[in-house]
């Protein structure tokens, strides 16, 4: 069973009198163990179908299943809880929470868990040694650099152990060499235990490393061959 | 212990623009140092006025023979405690009570040989008076009796008597002065005694200085014919003991079959009630009004403090955290922001009360008195309180709307907000 089936799934931007078609009725299906890419220029909906698929935006039309549960008719509530259980996020621009360290932006993301103090701060280890940062667990974000902030975003990220993880552009922000460990980890994190990934991006090394890349131009799907 | 990392996060936050941050705080204590000066002068007001009455007229309760309380008033002679000196006995004997002093109060002509008015002549005990007229509680007080000539009556005083300014203004009657009272004796007969004029007072009431002479209780019993006392005034050692003498005194009343009755001054004190009544619906309003102030001061600083953290916001959310939790978040963080300015405003208002109460404020005379005051800022844990609790309630309302606002976002809108 494909741990996320989307079909005709489309999204809609409603600009005034204007409406962009973000997204136009894809159909994708991804499969447990996968590291997918979501190719594409700039505007190819590629950011939006990740958004989607991550749950943080409602489709204007189609379906989308989660293991083989339907999820677009959910409350925002439900849909916080499948994030919550489900899903794990890496963003372009990181997202760290400035006032907290590296340590506690980890920590945040099991807030809502019921873990003892020592249980949590053991899996925040864990996580952050996951990613080479255990060193690094006090200092706060303006004391990191751009790769190590990411990194925590990802030790963040899988904290929690999520079946999945949507990585948003994970290495625009970062140079050649620092998104490429940065990128390494994430491969390691997938073949050791079997977190799928799913990028958006117009990295070529990530295309490169994927396991499959899934072209979007204007919206759809480009099939492969074209 | 460790501070739960969503506090944690709160009071990081709090302190992110501490300029603004100030700002913010400010506004807060100044709203709870403003409620704490305006609540300690009024309580001050009330202190002044409660303790002067007491000390001046009423006691804090006064006993009367059954009966008096209903139908004193048309027939005060029937209503009269005849063997008072027992039953002054009896009262002493509780806690709390400091003095038990006796009265009699009638109407009367007083006349200076040219002109007469009808007066309210009240018999009493100048020792027993003397004392209840002390005032130790208050800054600044000493007596609730002041005299603008001559003095107040003693216990070797005979024909002596003291006169209210207004009365002594109305009959031209000066210190030394010879005088005629006349009055009816308890059996109803007519009678009359030649007095002197030793003293003319003033009281926090203009119009029981207008009407009341007061004279010493022997003379009274010896123009009435009688030998008992309309009135016991019991005299506590603390206000705040009224009730507890009260019970205790309805208690041996009917243990010891005393066919006595009493009033605590708070029934008695009528204007008092009401100008504590009116204060209490202007700091009611007052209150409001600096809330009002406190939460617009604050608002926009709250509501951008949330606006530009759009993009945590989106984070957060991302991560599974609910509507209500976000909303839960911010909630706390006005939370904090209030109790923080609440403590500051707090320590604020104690340093502002104790500076003003040092140097004082000079007060011109309430309605219906003839005396200005200076006036303090009392220290009243209720007035703290009450202060304290706006301030954080404030902060909280303030924090209501932006919070709401944030909680609603969809996720993938605030993560892409610049």
């Keep these: ?226 | 212990m460790e501070m739960p990392l969503n506090l944690r996060l709160a009071f990081r936050n709090i302190f992110r623009n501490r300029v603004r941050s100030a700002v913010a705080l400010a506004a807060i204590s100044f709203g709870c140092i403003s409620l704490i000066l305006a609540g300690g002068f009024f309580e001050d007001s009330f202190l002044r006025m409660r303790e002067a009455y007491i000390h001046a007229h009423l006691g804090h309760i006064q006993v009367y023979q059954e009966g008096y309380l209903d139908k004193g008033n048309s027939k005060p002679f029937d209503y009269l405690i005849e063997d008072p000196a027992t039953v002054e006995g009896v009262i002493e004997g509780l806690d709390h009570v400091k003095d038990v002093t006796p009265r009699i109060g009638f109407s009367a002509l007083l006349s200076t040989g040219e002109s007469t008015m009808s007066v309210m002549a009240q018999g009493i005990d100048p020792e027993g008076e003397n004392a209840m007229n002390v005032i130790t509680s208050i800054k600044d007080v000493t007596t609730s009796l002041e005299f603008s000539k001559g003095e107040t009556l003693g216990k070797d005083d005979v024909f002596e008597v003291n006169i209210g300014r207004g009365l002594a203004r109305a009959l031209d009657i000066e210190v030394g002065d010879s005088l005629i009272l006349l009055g009816n004796t308890v059996g109803g007969s007519f009678n009359g005694m030649d007095v002197t004029v030793k003293g003319i007072f003033f009281t926090a009431s203009e119009e029981y200085d207008n009407y009341t002479m007061r004279i010493p209780i022997a003379l009274a019993r010896q123009l009435l014919r009688t030998e008992a006392a309309q009135t016991l005034v019991v005299l506590l050692d603390e206000t705040e003991n009224t009730d507890l003498v009260l019970a205790q005194l309805q208690d041996l009343a009917r243990t010891r079959n005393l066919k006595i009755e009493m009033k605590p001054w708070y029934e008695m004190a009528d204007f008092y009630n009401k100008t504590v009544d009116l204060y209490d619906r202007q700091f009611f309003v007052l209150k409001i009004i600096i809330a009002v102030i406190v939460i617009l001061s604050i608002f926009n600083t709250i509501a951008m403090s949330i606006w530009e953290r759009t993009k945590e916001i989106g984070t957060i959310m991302a991560m599974g955290f609910k509507r209500r939790e976000i909303m839960r978040l911010f909630l706390l963080e006005g939370s904090i922001l209030g109790i923080v300015g609440g403590v500051l405003g707090t320590l604020g208002g104690l340093l502002c009360a104790w500076l003003i109460s040092l140097v004082g404020i000079p007060m011109p005379p309430p309605p219906g008195a003839t005396v200005g005051w200076t006036a303090s800022i009392q220290l009243v844990p209720g007035v703290f309180m009450t202060a304290f609790v706006i301030s954080v309630t404030a902060a909280i309302a303030s924090s209501v709307y932006p919070s709401y606002k944030a909680s609603r976002l969809v996720v993938a809108d605030a993560l892409r907000y610049a």
């Design chain 1, 1 to 226: 069973m494909p741990i996320i089936e989307a079909r005709n799934l489309a999204k809609d931007y409603n600009l005034g009198k204007t409406v962009i078609h973000a997204v136009k009725g894809v159909d994708l299906r991804i499969e447990p163990e996968e590291f997918i890419a979501l190719a594409g220029p700039s505007g190819s909906g590629k950011t939006t179908l990740l958004n989607l698929l991550g749950c943080i935006e409602v489709p204007s039309s189609g379906t989308l299943q989660m293991d083989g549960r339907e999820v677009t008719r959910l409350s925002a509530d439900q849909l916080a809880d499948i994030r919550h259980d489900k899903l794990g996020f890496v963003f372009q621009t990181f997202n760290l929470i400035p006032v907290l360290t590296a340590f506690e932006n980890v920590e945040y993301a099991l807030l809502k868990r019921r873990l003892s103090p020592k249980e949590r701060r053991d899996r925040v280890m864990d996580a952050l040694e996951e990613v080479g940062l255990v060193e690094h667990a006090r200092h706060r974000p303006e004391e990191l650099s751009g790769g190590q902030r990411q990194r925590v975003a990802i030790a963040r990220a899988l904290v929690r152990q999520p079946e999945i993880i949507l990585a948003d552009e994970p290495t625009a922000n970062l140079d050649h060499l620092t998104g490429g460990k940065v990128l390494e980890i994430m491969k390691r994190i997938n073949e050791e235990r079997k977190t799928v990934f799913i990028f958006s991006t117009h990295d070529p090394k990530i295309m490169e490393i994927a396991g499959r890349v899934v072209y979007l131009r204007d919206g759809e799907i480009v099939p492969a061959g074209d």
